[in-house]
């Protein structure tokens, strides 16, 4: 199980550190219903990932394993590579336009989640899982788990460190947020900042570096 963990660790980074969802949920913590809307955005946002992360567990368990440790998963491992390398193609569409057009600030649909309501943004969080980059490392987060061969309850808790991890950067600004909005509001506004002039650059290198690494982890298994 802790071969699997190791597999899907640096996975659920690439979905913490998804510009997007975190964009959001700055622009809906400086909103003035940061009240009303930022814990439905969170709560579906986890609900989204343990969806879509459960179907592709469920949907891996197609993917054929050898009978033996000693033989070389070499379905998971194809089907690993393929996913690295549609990663790697993303982060190097991504890295392309970013060059090309260069944008310093945040992308204009996010302005109107300023007077978005709780179930609109329940409906946004959830939705927003369901992007290529997302099912792609959700893809591979599944194939991690079907090609260590775990147990239902080892499946489940590989699941949930996956889905903390991934949500961690949603959950702690919310949270925090609604705990002391006073406190938190320059740090958000500086990470705004910041995200809108850097966003597609990390997206691009992190996206490059975990379809390197799996590629790796798929070649490894042939």
Avoid: C
């Avoid at 009978?67 to 998971?76: G, H, I, L, N």
Wanted: net charge positive; hydrophobic share 60%; glycine share 10%.
């Amino acid at each position: 199980m802790l071969q699997a963990i190791g597999h899907i660790l640096p996975i659920a980074l690439a979905v913490a550190i998804s510009s997007v969802p975190i964009m959001a949920t700055i622009v809906i913590l400086l909103s003035p219903r940061r009240g009303a809307s930022a814990a439905p955005f969170l709560i579906g946002w986890v609900l989204g990932m343990v969806v879509l992360v459960v179907i592709t567990t469920l949907s891996a368990q197609a993917v054929p394993t050898p009978r033996s440790d000693r033989q070389p998963a070499t379905a998971v491992g194809i089907a690993e590579i393929a996913v690295g390398a549609a990663l790697i193609v993303i982060a190097i569409v991504s890295w392309r336009r970013a060059r090309r057009n260069p944008v310093d600030g945040m992308p204009a649909w996010l302005g109107k989640l300023t007077s978005i309501g709780p179930w609109s943004a329940f409906g946004l969080g959830a939705a927003l899982n369901i992007r290529p980059k997302e099912i792609l490392l959700a893809i591979a987060a599944g194939l991690a788990v079907r090609g260590a061969g775990l147990t239902v309850t080892e499946s489940v808790i590989a699941i949930v460190v996956y889905t903390v991890i991934g949500a961690s950067t949603v959950a702690v600004p919310v949270i925090a947020t609604l705990v002391d909005a006073k406190g938190m509001q320059p740090r958000l506004l500086s990470m705004q900042e910041w995200l809108g002039r850097n966003n597609r650059v990390v997206t691009s290198l992190i996206l490059l570096l975990v379809g390197v690494f799996i590629i790796g982890s798929g070649i490894a298994r042939l």
